[in-house]
């Protein structure tokens, strides 16, 4: 392995001069390992490049005379790391993301295409890459940051600047305190960060001690008896979840240890605002029927700022013949309230759902992003897919439901693509189902792929202004091409600014979504109540029920900023963005993103208002104290 390394190191630093700062190409770093194992038999032990980071890592850290007679200067041990580091396009937008799983939980819904898998949370699956992180680490908040922080770094990430994402079915089921203790301990995790392994072996232990496991063949055999009932469809997976670990005094146990108070959570939150590991994002999973004033205040309190919610179609009949128990007045009041609160809405929209076509999907699609009522910030969009113990399975075994096949699903998805606004970002388009788990549906992992390709064979790539599409990604551009383009539209409560950094070809460097409040029209809906409309306490509770009867508008008063106020959304600069000649020098620090923050405010001051907010992460509260921001209840805000 040294060899192998050494040989690198002598590559990197015989490069000619005009390449002096660069990394090797995959295709030298193939040459040099194709050199190294030349010659090994069949059955021998082959070096592998995906061990060379942490041979390398491990050397400095624990043999320092060592590392040291290898010569690497910090300019070099730089390009080293561009060389080796794993999946780079993990963290292509400067942030390393990180992603955890709940323990299981009731979930107040019952989708008939959900998984009900009670190793896990509804709707996952213990297949699933994440949720078999979170298993091993017996669903521990602490333990799956540790663990990934661990897996990133060795692969070569960079994980100063991490967003967290929170999965696990639906956040607003959990008890109170078992959301503010399992968001602690995320933050605990980064500012604890390097863990010695000591303290973490003493934590697994802690677990073990209880009587848990976290053997996968044991945890299997545990929820047999019960999975197999869910299967047949003789018990629901609420009642089998309460029974299996209602008589289970180790989970029990467990769980009367997780729980814990905002004052406790704020202390980590302080911690982290100057942490080595920072968290710059944080994004939980709910329905729209649970998103009331009361919970959006304890997201913010948590330090949340995207909420991932599903919401599948936009057509009542669709919702009702799929049992989504939500309906279409709860869904737009949603998107209201979590966008004046200044949330990042992430909206899962699925196609092929039952009583669906596929030109009811393209038409569905196209009225989520052209809607006021809707126009989310970014889509999981997703086929529906037959999976074991779902009650979608006995409707496919009457005829009642079908796949799409690969031509219908592939031109929906073309179909949407092309639809979408140049401010949505399509973050995927699969779920981390394994084939094994399909019964039936789609199976194919690169499905992004197909149906980029399928755009780019029909010609019309050109007119594709999806957000990831044109991310620059991996790519240097040169930050004197780059152009600020303001992208403007209205939604039902809001005239919002996507305001975003391009190249001459139409790529994006980084963008900044302002919102500007319709003060007027919700003041109005304050004098409508006080007239004799439903109080704000009445349509909370309805929200709660799951009443139809709901009416979409937001009131002023429900809000906890103040008229007059603008809100900053997001802000998101991509990290690998360079002047050329200088591939190491961030976009981040090239001030794009303070520039965007100075046009959002020059916009809100012309269009009358006082004051601007943002909802900052909490690593990044100090970044917006330097650019004239000060920390008041929620947000952040900055006089104008």
């Known amino acids: 392995m040294e060899d192998f390394l050494l040989d690198i190191l002598d590559h990197l630093r015989s490069l000619p001069p005009e390449r002096a700062g660069d990394a090797l190409a995959p295709l030298e770093l193939d040459a040099i390992w194709r050199r190294h194992n030349r010659g090994a038999r069949e059955g021998d032990r082959r070096l592998s490049k995906r061990f060379i980071l942490p041979f390398y890592q491990r050397t400095k850290q624990r043999d320092p005379i060592r590392w040291a007679s290898w010569n690497v ?12 580091r794993m999946k780079p396009r993990r963290t292509a937008s400067g942030v390393a993301t990180i992603t955890v799983i709940t323990r299981p939980q009731a979930c107040s ?20 890459p994440a949720c078999q992180r979170a298993e091993h680490n017996f669903f521990d908040p602490y333990l799956q940051v540790a663990s990934r922080l661990r897996a990133l770094s060795q692969m070569g990430h960079s994980v100063d600047k991490v967003e967290l994402i929170i999965l696990g079915g639906t956040w607003s089921d959990y008890p109170r305190a078992y959301q503010i203790w399992f968001v602690r301990e995320l933050f605990r995790a980064l500012n604890d960060w390097p863990i010695a392994d000591e303290a973490l072996r003493r934590r697994y232990g802690s677990y073990r001690e209880l009587g848990l496991t976290n053997d996968a063949t044991r945890l299997a055999a545990f929820v ?3 999975q197999a009932l869910v299967d047949r469809g003789e018990k629901s997976y609420n009642d089998a979840l309460r029974d299996l670990y209602r008589e289970s005094r180790p989970h029990q146990a467990a769980a009367k240890r997780m729980g814990a108070t905002l004052d406790g959570l704020a202390t980590e939150q302080l911690r982290n605002e100057s942490a080595s590991h920072r968290v710059v994002g944080l994004a939980i999973e709910t329905r729209p029927d649970l998103i009331t004033p009361a919970s959006l205040t304890l997201f913010r309190q948590l330090g949340c700022t995207k909420i991932q919610m599903g919401i599948q179609s936009t057509r009542q009949e669709t919702l009702d013949a799929n049992g989504r128990r939500t309906s279409i007045e709860q869904v737009r009041r949603s998107f209201s309230l979590i966008r004046l609160f200044g949330f990042k809405i992430h909206a899962h929209l699925m196609v092929n759902l039952l009583g669906s076509t596929p030109e009811s999907d393209k038409e569905d699609f196209r009225t989520f992003v052209s809607d006021p009522g809707f126009l989310p910030d970014e889509i999981k969009l997703y086929p529906c897919a037959l999976v074991a ?51 039936v549906g789609n199976k194919h992992t690169n499905l992004r792929q197909m149906v980029e390709g399928q755009i780019r064979r029909d010609g019309t790539a050109k007119g594709v202004r999806e957000v990831r599409f044109r991310e620059i990604s991996l790519d240097a551009v040169d930050l004197g091409s780059l152009a600020l383009d303001d992208v403007t539209y209205q939604t039902a409560v809001t005239d919002e600014h996507f305001l975003q950094w391009v190249t001459p070809e139409g790529r994006i460097a980084g963008f900044c979504r302002l919102s500007l409040p319709h003060w007027r029209e919700l003041a109005a809906s304050d004098a409508t109540a006080a007239a004799g409309g439903a109080t704000s306490v009445e349509r909370d509770e309805a929200d709660v029920d799951g009443g139809a009867d709901v009416q979409a ?88």
């Open 73 to 84: 200067d910090a300019t070099l041990e730089e390009r080293l790391v561009r060389t080796i």
């Open 109 to 128: 819904s019952d989708c008939l295409y959900c998984p009900c898998d009670l190793r896990m949370p509804k709707s996952y699956l213990a297949g699933e």
């Open 224 to 226: 047999a008896p019960q």
């Open 389 to 439: 113990g779902t009650r979608l399975v006995r409707l496919f075994e009457r005829g009642a439901w079908r796949p799409y096949d690969r031509e219908e699903l592939v031109d929906v998805l073309a179909s949407d693509v092309l639809a979408t606004p140049p401010y949505v970002r399509i973050s995927r388009m699969i779920r981390d189902i394994s084939a094994g788990d399909i019964l």
């Open 553 to 640: 508008g937001v009131r002023a008063s429900e809000l906890p900023v103040e008229p007059g106020e603008a809100m900053i959304r997001e802000v998101h600069v991509y990290g690998q963005a360079a002047r050329l000649g200088k591939a190491d020098a961030a976009a981040q620090h090239q001030g794009l993103g303070r520039a965007l923050v100075k046009r959002a405010c020059g916009i809100a001051r012309s269009a009358g208002y006082t004051h601007v907010n943002v909802i900052s992460s909490v690593g990044t509260r100090a970044y917006y104290r330097r650019l004239g921001f000060a920390d008041v209840g929620l947000y952040q805000r900055r006089s104008l």
